[in-house]
């Protein structure tokens, strides 16, 4: 590729079109959160789905219910400074610089893109961005359900406060009493039964669509209550893959949600961490860790889904660090964030034989920024793939990367991005 400028001309990407195909879905990774380079290869590569590829929804790693109250504004609503202000977790789980590249995107192009949320509200940090929505609704439709809710709110603002992501609410949930903890999953377990019970009230009410997208914050709720239990297990060193694998199934489920309420001819770019794109099972040192979103999209859409991984080939990485971070919900020792974490810049080993990064720079395109088709990735006398390993965040996974990623873009360097306050 000639450079990561999402301004200039798209010609060095047409090799992505063979690789992407008929695929209705396409979902673009990153190898770390918070890198500048991968949010602009990202735009890149977004402009060419869009404008070469007909590609028409971008549905990001960002909170389902949240997704609603930002596409307005991506559509030109509003002012351009007002975006703290329409979506507050935007700051946050999303690359600024993207948001206003699509806002004047478009604006100005003839191929303008629908935005979509598919995450958990706030990362797994919060209730009330997906049931707030839901209670709007409610006073019209089942007013006396409203106590319910807001039982659920009492308990979960009591403990969340602040909390931006799953690092910070899984400690404070830890928190809780036994009994408030069983009396929050009860509440959202009664909740969607009294939901899901008044569907034909609702759609007479207020539509087909408002029930469906109510219904759907109810149950984003109900995956972020059992990913507190998760993640404080994981912060704890006992966690099970198929408990993190429940956000997975949420995000591709929230996917598949979009993609059926679509018009035929619409196709939607995905972008999340290469973790959650990956089209195999995540493991680290031969443990199972989670079965991502990308594997149950492959299950479920087969040829109708790819996954094109972002890596790099520099030295370092900004890490998110728990312990620098604090723990307690709503704090963060050195920037009030909320998120629990700190992003620390991390010096990185060497990838290893067997990894994309180590061919690369043994191909002597360690310095370009490439794009590397996987379909016919190169195997052993045995047929294994000889690539075998690719970083993600300040580690590296072992996996048969042919088999996770149908391509990998790989940039020279990586920036910390100059936005985020954490």
């Known amino acids: 590729m000639s450079s990561l400028d999402p301004g200039r001309g798209l010609d060095d990407l047409e090799p992505l079109r063979e690789i992407v195909g008929d695929a ?7 190898g770390a959160h918070f890198v500048e380079e991968f949010s602009a290869a990202r735009r890149r590569v977004l402009r060419f789905l ?4 007909g590609f028409t929804v971008l549905a990001f790693e960002f909170g389902f219910s949240e997704g609603f109250a930002l596409d307005p504004w991506l559509q030109g609503e509003g002012d351009e400074g007002e975006l703290a ?14 948001l206003h590249w699509l806002r004047r995107h ?9 935005f979509a949320g598919i995450d958990l509200p706030t990362a797994g940090g919060a209730l009330r961005p997906a049931l707030e929505p839901v209670a709007r ?4 439709v089942d007013p006396e359900a409203l106590p319910l809710l807001e039982s659920v709110l009492e308990i979960s603002d009591g403990f969340l406060g602040d909390a931006a992501s799953g690092a910070a609410a899984a400690p404070a949930w830890a928190a809780l009493g036994t009994a408030a903890q069983d009396a929050l999953t009860a509440g959202l377990a009664r909740l969607l039964l009294r939901v899901r019970a008044a569907e034909p009230l609702h759609v007479a009410c207020r539509g087909r669509r408002d029930f469906d997208v109510v219904r759907r914050g109810v149950e984003a709720a109900c995956h972020a209550d059992h990913m507190f239990r998760a993640m404080n297990s994981l912060l704890s060193g006992r966690t099970s893959p198929m408990d993190l694998s429940v956000r997975e199934i949420f995000m591709a489920e929230s996917v598949r949600w979009h993609l059926e309420r679509a018009a035929p001819h619409e196709r939607v770019v995905v972008m999340a961490h290469n973790n959650h794109i990956q089209q195999t099972a995540v493991e680290f040192d031969g443990v199972l860790t989670a079965l991502p979103m990308g594997q149950h999209l492959r299950l479920a859409l087969g040829e109708d889904y790819r996954a094109l991984a972002l890596t790099h080939t520099d030295d370092h990485v900004p890490e998110m660090s ?6 307690e919900a709503g704090t963060d020792t050195d920037t009030g964030s909320g998120v629990g974490f700190t992003l620390v810049d991390t010096r990185l080993a060497d ?3 067997g990894s994309v990064e180590a061919a690369l720079d043994g191909a002597g395109l360690g310095d370009a920024v490439t794009l ?3 379909r016919r990735s190169p195997a052993d006398a045995q047929g294994r793939p000889l690539l075998r390993r690719i970083r993600t965040q300040s580690a590296v996974q072992s996996l048969s990367v042919p088999e996770a990623f149908d391509a990998v873009l790989s940039v020279p360097t990586v920036t910390r991005d100059g936005a985020v306050p954490f």
């Open 322 to 327: 728990v312990e620098a971070g604090g723990t």
């Open 85 to 98: 202000a329409v979506c507050p977790g935007s700051s946050v789980w999303l690359a600024t610089d993207l």
């Open 372 to 374: 590397t088709d996987l």
């Open 106 to 114: 478009n604006r100005t192009s003839a191929n303008p893109l629908r």
């Open 137 to 140: 609704s409610l006073r019209e």
């Open 24 to 30: 209705r879905v396409v979902a673009v990774g990153e």
């Open 50 to 53: 869009a404008e070469r590829c």
């Open 351 to 353: 990838p290893g034989s």
